[in-house]
């Protein structure tokens, strides 16, 4: 199979050309122009990117994670793909232990598999093991804090759950931490109220990752005359947090947005949608945050908020208006954008060398988007999931 007649997004450079793929792998990509064959797909001079990769979604038209049933799982990731997503981690929320452990035993058979949608490459534990005191979204009524007895349950999962939200100053924080790394998952700060001397146990522990920057997270404190860093600020200043960005110009404001992307870089950023129940459905409608029985919010033109109006509830994105809204809201290069969707989640997940970038030898994960940034095709090792 060979596509042609596109722009090819490669990790360091875009260029006009073709790329062939056989057995759903990449094979190689030529700038030289090539005549087109019958068989050949034709890009009509748009873009051929990596497959996106989102490590923080809870849900989908209607549909949560919460609610541990495939059906669901379908809807969501079904929704995603559509936007370019092919790997994702489906994202719980803070609930009570029995109800966390429900979702992970429902997605565990299906770890690295799409089931008609975006792959599903793991979980990211959102809570409930965060600070009340930022609680957001969050059903502060499960919030608590983490005891090894109820951690270890999660943990037995092994490689399911790529990353955990954590608040890293609250007791027992550190140990969890700790266990997260010797797990091979994520440790990410967020939810958090921490000021800098917690922070910096946190990033000794093992703590690499700031949970969606900017929101529900600490900044600036004064200690008598003198200043303390908040999270903001550490994730801004440390190389080795990598942050996420909802990139959807309402959660962060498009100035934040380049401050973030001049402070952390190319490298460092991921952008996420967060996106919750609500993305998908028409403004107005009301949905649950987290499943039946949880937190009641609505969706409106930009985004989702609570429906008492207190905050906001996630977002309604895909992970292809997160690349143009970085692109047109805050000036990033398309290059970049691209990459902070594909290739810099695919090695904060430890699965760079299969996945993120348009490489011979990776899967043939790709989406081809056009310059008005709607997607037109979107491919999972080879074979089209989807068409516009």
Known sequence: MRFANGQILLP????????????GLIVKSETKSVPLRHQDIDLEGGFLSPGFIDLHIHGAVGRDTMEATDEAY????????????????LTTMTASPAAILAALKTIQPLFNKSIGGSRIVGVHVEGPFISPKRAGAQDPSFIRNPTRTEYQKILKFGKLITQ???????PGALSLIAALRKNGSIASGGHTDAAEPDLEKGLKAGMNQAT???????????????????????ALAKDQIMCELIADGVHVPPLLMQLLFK???????????DA??????????????GGPDSVPARVTKET????DGTGLAGSTL??????RRSVQLAGLPLLDAVRMASLNPAKQLGRDSELGSIEPGKRADLVWFDKNYQVRGVWLDGERKFAA
Request: charged share 15%; proline share 3%; aromatic share 6%.
């Open 212 to 234: 969606h920057t900017f929101n529900a997270m600490s900044t600036i404190t004064k200690n008598g005359p003198f200043r303390l860093a908040g999270m903001i600020e550490f």
């Open 304 to 307: 989702a908020v609570m429906s």
């Open 318 to 323: 895909k992970m292809i208006e997160a690349v």
């Open 74 to 89: 379908r809807a969501i990731t079904g929704y995603h793909l559509t936007g370019g997503t092919t790997s994702l981690t």
């Open 276 to 289: 919750t129940a609500g993305a998908g459905l028409k403004p107005g409608t009301q949905f649950m945050l």
């Open 12 to 23: 360091d450079r875009l260029f006009t050309g073709s790329l062939k793929v056989e057995n």
């Open 164 to 170: 955990m939200t954590v608040a890293p100053e609250i």
């Open 263 to 273: 402070a952390k870089g190319r490298d460092k950023v991921c952008l996420i949608t």
